[in-house]
């Protein structure tokens, strides 16, 4: 079974709560631990928690603290946005997320409600959440005031909305159909879907569409004066008692509410006399407005009456209370078993559990969002922390990212540089480094000096290297770095922030040298896209392979897509697709293909293919319909380093894609190499993808 699925609605007031509640119990049935979480809520005052999260958790007795079982409230969420920082946002839910994921079997993850300030951002907000965590889709949407034709267009609007973003729908619920009408909308709405779509409807539950006195006294902030034990009466309908008590009663309807001035002892005694009287209806309860308590006598006379229902006051004029109360909208609480129950019951009547079981237990998420990717960077790098070492101490953005990798608490870090010329960068960029946990080191005042020369004349002395020269060139940031590299005392190096690539590389291919099975040194970039990630190779590294170089680096590229968690279709680029084209070029890649295929008959490879008929769907199924990768390649592979190397940064700058790397392959020990123009944030997600490799990539 998939590990999650997520509620979402096409507006307010579609009655998800019918969805969660039933396939909660569903879930709990099939499955040992199940947990809950919803990504946004709404605000909520201090001493309180979320009703959602309370019913559930309390209900199902589900073993999740409050904090646990949400990301964020959605007056933070607005102020985010707002400032350009959605991106924290999905951090933080996708972390929190994981947590559960890693908890529990299955996670029932509910989406927002649509309600009040940041309405207009919420759907666009739950497509983003489900794609990025990874999940399939339940979408639910309310036949009131809709024509069929009206609720059929709008559920399909939801559905290709998730699917134009590539999250799987597995089911559409149209909720609050009239009975007479359930076969229609099913059968409509069924034949604009498609057919892999479960489509279910469920009528208006008029129990579960009527409030609560409950929820009356919480939504005005009425004082209980009477009948606490019967909080839980529904609410019919409701009618202003402002007319003498012989015409009022002609209104009485079944669980009316009533509301009334608080000085209208005629009103509130003869509502009552009615309840007990079998001749009229049941009433639910009265309100009194005006902020107005019966007179002492009065009260008196209510306390000896042997049925008593809810008598709430509250303050407001009878005219505004009643506004107000035809505003309150029906929620289920926790200590509202009855509603539960009906939620529970209507949910298996109505949906086809049997079929959504199938359905969640044959869903394989496709792809890999950047957020996704990201995170489990980070959280594998934690797994078996690691050593990196840093040479270029001297540069700003090398101490900003040592600052935040501390922060995140994801690797060990060391710096090569002057301790003083640090220390005062440190105060000048306004940030702290924790000398206890950073080691600052410089090469020629390191006790490991005199061992990394006489090491590296060792190495190298077949070569007309000198001690002196050894001892010279181990002065040498590159050169410093890469022997702890390769004596132990770090795992991984990164550097190129402020040195050429061949400064950086020079030192690693001279001792640390390619691993028995790689004769070429390679390069991939982590293009994260808008919606997956996809492996580039090489950009960075090898002018203009030969073919037998070209598929090493398609193989060394693919095993690296599969190391991080990237599902390889590999797309051998060229100026043509398939045998159509000739030329040296085109032959190279086609020959090079060739021998990927005989040496690795495992990997799904297409080559030569163009660009566009790689990666677009469409374009793909015209060029090469018989491809197992045309339209879907995850690893795209250039033929020399100038289509490489201008692709990834004209990708990168016109999309605004961040590309992680460039990581390289084929070396005994992990030493990557930055650009020169590197960001912060590059030289984090490079420390970051060093230290994966080191734990034996």
Do not use: W
């Amino acid at each position: 079974m998939n590990k999650a699925i997520y509620i979402a609605t096409s507006e307010h007031n579609s009655g998800k709560s019918i969805i969660t509640l039933g396939l909660m119990n569903m879930l709990i049935g099939k499955t040992a631990k199940v947990g809950y979480f919803r990504p946004i809520i709404e605000d909520f005052e201090d001493g309180k928690v979320d009703n959602h999260i309370e019913t559930v958790i309390s209900h199902f007795e589900l073993d999740i603290a409050f904090e646990d079982a949400y990301a964020i409230t959605k007056s933070k969420l607005i102020k985010k946005k707002n400032k350009g920082k959605i991106g924290e946002v999905l951090d933080l839910i996708i972390e929190k997320y994981k947590r559960l994921e890693e908890q529990f079997d299955f996670v029932l993850v509910e989406g927002t409600s649509f309600s009040g300030e940041g309405t207009v951002i919420e759907f666009d907000m739950n497509v983003l959440i489900a794609k990025n965590l990874g999940i399939p889709t339940i979408i639910v949407g309310s036949g009131i005031d809709k024509t069929i034709e009206e609720l059929t267009d709008s559920l399909y609007l939801a559905y290709d909305s998730f699917k134009v973003r590539e999250v799987e729908v597995l089911a559409v619920v149209a909720n609050k159909v009239l009975e007479e009408n359930i076969v229609l909308v099913t059968e409509t709405l069924a034949a604009s879907l498609p057919a892999t779509v479960l489509v279910n409807a469920i009528p208006i539950i008029s129990s579960l569409n009527n409030p609560t006195v409950k929820e009356m006294v919480d939504a005005l902030g009425a004082t209980v004066l009477f009948g606490k034990e019967f909080l839980n009466n529904e609410i019919g309908n409701y009618s202003v008692g402002a007319m003498q008590l012989h015409n009022y009663l002609l209104h009485l309807k079944e669980h009316a509410l009533v509301i009334t001035p608080g000085d209208r002892a005629d009103i509130i005694l003869g509502a009552l006399q009615a309840n007990e009287s079998a001749n009229y209806p049941t009433i639910s309860g009265i309100i009194l407005t005006g902020n107005i308590v019966p007179e002492p006598s009065i009260i008196k006379l209510i306390e000896g009456l042997t049925t008593i229902v809810p008598i709430l006051a509250v303050e407001g004029g009878t005219y505004g209370i009643t506004n107000k109360i035809g505003n309150i909208k029906s929620q289920i609480y926790a200590d509202n078993t009855m509603k539960i129950e009906t939620s529970i019951n209507t949910f298996d009547k109505y949906i086809n559990t049997e079929k959504l079981d199938t359905k969640l237990s044959a869903f394989e998420a496709e792809g890999m969002t950047p957020k996704m990717f990201q995170y489990n960077l980070v959280k594998r790098a934690k797994k078996h922390r690691k050593h990196i070492v840093l040479p270029e101490g001297n540069d700003d953005r090398i101490l900003i990212a040592a600052s935040r990798l501390m922060a995140m608490d994801v690797v060990d870090i060391s710096i090569i540089g002057n301790k003083k010329q640090i220390e005062s960068k440190l105060i000048e960029l306004a940030i702290t480094l924790d000398f206890s946990k950073v080691d600052i080191i410089n090469p020629t005042e390191s006790s490991k000096y005199d061992d990394y020369a006489a090491t590296y004349y060792e190495l190298r002395k077949n070569k007309n290297v000198t001690i002196a020269m050894a001892r010279d060139l181990m002065e040498d940031v590159s050169y410093f770095g890469t022997m702890m590299v390769y004596k132990g005392d770090a795992d991984g190096m990164v550097s190129g922030a402020a040195h050429t690539t061949q400064h950086t590389i020079l030192p690693a291919l001279q001792f640390i040298k390619t691993k028995p099975n790689s004769s070429v040194v390679s390069s991939v970039f982590f293009m994260c896209l808008e919606d997956r990630v996809s492996v580039f190779g090489d950009c960075a590294i090898n002018p203009n392979p030969t073919a037998e170089q070209l598929a090493e680096i398609a193989i060394s590229s693919a095993d690296s897509s599969m190391a991080f968690g990237i599902e390889p279709k590999v797309a051998m680029l060229s100026y043509s697709s398939g045998a159509s084209g000739k030329g040296d070029e085109v032959d190279k890649v086609r020959k090079a293909t060739q021998i990927v295929r005989e040496k690795r008959p495992d990997l799904k490879i297409e080559g030569p293919i163009q660009y566009d008929a790689a990666v677009d769907k469409i374009i793909g199924l015209s060029k090469m319909p018989n491809s197992e990768v045309a339209g879907q390649a995850s690893v795209l592979i250039f033929p020399d380093l100038n289509t490489g190397n201008n692709t990834y940064k004209a990708v990168q700058r016109e999309t605004g894609a961040l590309a992680i790397g460039p990581m390289l392959q084929g070396l005994n020990k992990p030493v990557n190499d930055l650009s020169r123009g590197c960001t912060v944030d590059d030289i984090i997600n490079t420390v970051v993808i060093t230290a994966i490799q080191a734990q034996g990539l």
